[in-house]
């Protein structure tokens, strides 16, 4: 039994659009995945940031219909059990 525990911690430059953000997100999840991480933190605005506040409200989406969060369960599932996203 190993005591060690592996985090990444990943730090993007989000877009204004959700998909580019994912796109490249992607990516640096497989890995850190690869790499041998058992959490894996994204920041808190990773998948857009938007200057324009009446914009936000136009491009925002409910959790259930949010692209990243789908994207990266999705990779969260091919982990394994166990392996969240939330």
Do not use: H, W
Request: charged share 25%; with cysteine; net charge negative.
């Amino acid at each position: 039994m190993s005591n060690r525990f592996r985090v990444a911690v990943i730090q993007n430059c989000a877009e204004r659009e959700m998909a580019p953000s994912i796109a490249a997100i992607e990516p640096l999840i497989r890995a850190a995945a690869k790499d041998g991480a058992d959490l894996i933190q994204l920041p808190e605005m990773a998948t857009m940031i938007e200057p324009d506040n009446e914009a936000v409200l136009r491009k925002t989406v409910s959790e259930a219909e949010d692209p990243g969060l789908a994207a990266f369960r999705r990779r969260a599932a091919q982990r394994g059990p166990g392996s969240q996203v939330g």
